[in-house]
């Protein structure tokens, strides 16, 4: 659980922004996540910025996004955004820190290498 772990990795599937690319679609939704992130309590000084496009092993494109001093407990977030069909898959790498969260990156990077294609039907 994410009380006795440094880190969390987790999946979400959204729907993304039609006719927007993969890097506008992630910025609305790191955009979305900060604005809601900054109404909690401890999250109003939430930063997110914007780090280069990564391409998996298997070409699949990844928006990364890393979000810092949001709200407990999830203070440090990477979040790495890809389009598939009609979803938005997000995985989010969580940290209570960003001192905690760097040196588990190479493990999102690790996880996107593995990410294959998938069909979800969000239902509304």
């Known amino acids: 659980t994410f009380d006795t772990a440094p880190v969390v990795m987790y999946p979400r599937v959204v729907s993304p922004f039609p006719g927007n690319s993969l890097e506008e679609s992630a910025q609305k939704q790191a955009e979305f996540t900060q604005s809601s992130f900054r109404k909690l309590p401890g999250g109003q000084n939430l930063t997110v910025r914007q780090e280069k496009t990564y391409t998996a092993a298997n070409g699949r494109a990844f928006a990364i ?46 996880a996107l290498d593995e990410v294959a294609a998938m069909n979800c039907i969000i239902e509304k």
């Open 65 to 110: 996004r890393l979000f810092d001093s949001g709200p407990p407990p999830n203070v440090a977030e990477a979040a790495a955004y890809t389009i598939h069909n009609d979803s938005m898959l997000i995985v989010v790498l969580s940290a209570k820190s960003a001192k905690a969260l760097a040196p588990h990156l190479p493990a999102l990077y690790a």
